[in-house]
Every structure is written in C-alpha cells, then in structure tokens.
C-alpha cells in the first residue's frame, strides 16, 4: 500500500476524532477583539491545546508572544497593539532534507456571537445538526484548523517522515486588523509555500483584493434646528446631514463606473468597489448637527495596488472623485469634505502557474472533492505571508465561506474528512518522502 493511500484511509478512520477535535476548538471562546484595550479570552488555551497535540507527535513547538515593537509602524498593526495572552504558534515537523518546505496556516480569532439570542443552540457548544455542524467559527476557520492539524498528526503517527518541513502555524488576529500574521511573519514564521485553510469550498484561492478604509468627515455648522436662519455667507446653520447625501451620491457613481469599467475585470475577483457601511451626525436633536461622519470601505484589485503593493492610487482616486462631484455644492466647494484613512489591508495574486496549485488541484480530486481556482472578493492572512514572508500563500479548506460570520454559522461534516486528505496528500506532494 502506498503512503498516499495510507494516509487517506487513516484519516477516514478518524472521522469521529476530526469532528470532535473541531469541537473543542469551537469551545474556546476566541472572539476577537474590537479595540487593542480589549483584554484576552480564550485565546492562550486554545493554542496550548493545540500545541500540546502537535508536540505529542514530535513537532518542535513555538509558543510566544509577540513584543508590540515587532508589529509597530507597519499598515496591519493598529497603534499600540500588544498580545498579552494571545500567543501565536508555530509547530514544526523537522523533513529528512532535500525537499520544499510547506506552511498550513489559520487564524483562531472568530467575529462576536452577537446577537447571542439568536442561535439556535449555544454558539460556543458545537452541535451536529442534519450532517452540519454548528458554531461560531465552525465555516470561518477552526473547521479548517481541525483539518490541518489532523492532516499533520496522522502523518507523524503513520511514521512518514516528509523530506521538507512541515509548519503548522496559527495566528490571532485576522478578524479584526491582520496583526497576527504580521507577527508570526516578523518573527520569522516562512516556508517555500503555503496553504492557509479558510473556507473555499475546496476551490484554491490564488487572489485576494484589498481594501482601504476611510472616515470621511463632512463638516456642517450648527443652529437651532426649529428656527429660521439666514443662508449660510450671512452666518446661518449647515446641515452636515444634508451636506453627506451628495457625498454619498458621488460614492454610488464612482462604484457605478468602476463595476461598468471593462478595464477592471477579474477572472476570478469581482470588480474594485466603494461601500458606505457607517454614519454618524448631530449633537442635540434640536441642533443642526456639525459633522456627518460616513465610514467607508474601498475594495481594488491587485492591478490597481501601487508599487509599494498597497492601496494609495485608489485611496487618491476616490478622494479626487468625491471632491470633483461635491464642488458645485457652494458650501462644499469651500468647506470640502476630509478623508482620513485607516488600517488597510492588501491585494495579492499568485501566479497561475505556481506548482503547489497545481498539486492542490490534484489532491482534492483525489481526495474525492475537485475544486478551481478562484478567489477571495475580501482578503485573509495569505497576503501577508506571500508579500513579507517569500511564502506564496493560496487558501483552501471545507465549505463555505457565504456562512461565516452569520447565525447558526456551520460546517458541513461531511467536509472534513476529504479537506484534511486532501492537505495531507499536498504535503506528501510538496514535501516529498526520502527515497
């Protein structure tokens, strides 16, 4: 019997094991954090437990916690972020030598449970359901992590030996600014390549886009909202609210263009975008308010990052196109509306022609589960490892990634046996076997 085959039969044996050990991931409660004041949860015991699987079977186990310095100044990191009790790991499974290195790669951080009163059962008690399997994070990505992991300990257990190194490496923070890679990436954590195992469906994402966020602060002047006032060259009120419509009415024709635009196609993404997604105005509520606030997030394509890979000339763009729409607005024209733009995040794309896609691609299939290749319309941490770490980084994992971050979000069971054989004969195929 061959080692493929092997492996593929043992991790069917361990069926059961698989959807347990997702469970318990699910039982640590990883929310990730909203702001960089917000104190740990269960994030260090979730790595210790994973950590402890991993050394059992002879990784050499990297548990540390990033220094704040090591992330400061750079894009991803949010100012004065620290990661006291959010350790990240790196377990690696040394190769006999001679072969490519390969890093399985998820994040732990999940989104909030909010609105709690809404699931079905307990979001942090997995629960089989009609062969899905509910939880936060079940899709979004500790079904991935179960698999990986797995894929990684039947390897150790069955004795195969793998002639490059086999990194299993998991991070905090993607959900909520992209710091947790940065760290593992500053601290050296790199591979030949890498699979991180968000939920694709069991195609291969080879792209992502990026995306700049940016307040833009639309100034008004207050007065008394229940009495009439002179215009506003004699010294009346501005109403900031009224002032943001046409700011938002520039956004919606900037989005327009740019989806009708046959310059910015994408085999495998979907068109850059502008998406208002939050607003704030007023002071009193008999008060003319004195600032509209709009929060907004700006989506481009690869081809549209600057050279330095991140997102200036689109930033630059829709500025431009916001300023030129609002200045026949006499108010506007004089008093124009300000961006501030904050933690982005990048695109990335990966050549078609990479070898490991190519093995990902014959692995699922074999692993009875053929995916293509497609992309990620947001972005995960495999931008970061492909762009500071030299680790060309794809994602592939189970289903689905429309379920994440929803209510009674799940995973199929079904999926999870074929997701871990499938990983574990792409490090068979990447790494190779001595002999």
């Known amino acids: 019997m061959t080692d493929e085959q092997r492996v593929l039969d043992a991790i069917a044996e361990r069926s059961d094991e698989?959807?347990?050990?997702?469970?318990?991931?699910?039982?640590?409660?990883?929310?990730?954090?909203?702001?960089v004041e917000e104190p740990p949860r269960d994030e260090r015991s979730l790595q210790e437990y994973l950590a402890g699987r991993l050394e059992q079977r002879g990784a050499a186990i990297d548990l540390w916690e990033p220094r704040p310095e090591e992330?400061?100044?750079?894009?991803?990191?949010p100012a004065g972020i620290g990661f006291a009790g959010r350790p990240q790991l790196a377990a690696t499974f040394a190769g006999a030598g001679g072969g490519r290195s390969l890093m399985l790669n998820g994040h732990i951080d999940t989104v909030s449970v909010e609105p709690?009163?809404?699931?079905t059962s307990d979001p942090h008690t997995a629960a089989v359901r009609d062969g899905l399997l509910y939880g936060r994070g079940a899709s979004d990505m500790k079904s991935g992590i179960a698999c990986m992991t797995l894929a990684a300990e039947v390897l150790a257990d069955?004795?195969?030996?793998?002639?490059?190194?086999?990194?299993?490496?998991?991070n905090t923070d993607e959900e909520s600014s992209g710091a947790g890679g940065l760290a593992?990436?500053?601290?050296?954590?790199?591979?030949?390549?890498?699979?991180?195992t968000e939920p694709t469906g069991f195609d291969v994402w080879n792209c992502c886009r990026g995306t700049s966020y940016a307040t833009i602060r639309v100034p008004g002047r207050p007065g008394h909202a229940e009495l009439s006032h002179p215009g506003w060259r004699e010294g009346g009120p501005v109403n900031a609210i009224e002032k943001a419509l046409p700011v938002l009415a520039a956004l919606q024709d900037l989005r327009a263009r740019w989806h009708d635009d046959p310059a910015l196609r994408h085999p495998h993404?979907?068109?850059?975008?502008v998406v208002p997604t939050m607003m704030r105005a007023g002071e009193w509520w008999v008060t003319y308010p004195a600032e509209a606030r709009i929060v907004v997030s700006a989506c481009y394509l690869p081809a549209q990052s600057g050279e330095d890979g991140w997102g200036g000339p689109v930033e630059r763009q829709v500025e431009e196109f916001v300023h030129d729409a609002v200045a026949t607005d006499d108010w506007l024209a004089e008093h124009p509306p300000a961006f501030e733009w904050g933690t982005p995040v990048h695109a990335m794309q990966i050549d078609a022609d990479h070898p490991l896609l190519a093995i990902a691609l014959d692995a699922t299939a074999a692993a009875g589960r053929p995916g293509g290749v497609s992309g990620l319309d947001s972005w995960y941490d495999g931008a970061t490892f492909t762009a500071w770490a030299d680790t060309p980084s794809f994602a592939f994992g189970p289903r689905d990634i429309a379920v994440a971050h929803t209510i009674d979000e799940y995973t199929p069971v079904?999926?999870?046996?074929p997701?871990?054989?499938?990983?574990?004969?792409?490090?068979l195929r990447w790494c190779g076997v001595p002999g």
Do not use: K, N, Y
Request: with cysteine.
């Open 71 to 77: 992330v400061a100044g750079h894009p991803l990191a």
């Open 18 to 35: 698989l959807v347990d050990h997702l469970a318990s991931l699910i039982a640590f409660d990883t929310t990730s954090r909203a702001t």
């Open 414 to 417: 079904e999926d999870l046996v």
């Open 184 to 196: 593992c990436v500053r601290h050296g954590v790199h591979a030949d390549a890498g699979v991180v």
């Open 116 to 119: 709690r009163s809404a699931w």
């Open 269 to 273: 993404l979907g068109p850059p975008d």
């Open 419 to 427: 997701c871990a054989q499938a990983l574990a004969l792409m490090a």
């Open 158 to 170: 069955l004795g195969i030996r793998l002639s490059g190194d086999l990194v299993v490496c998991t």
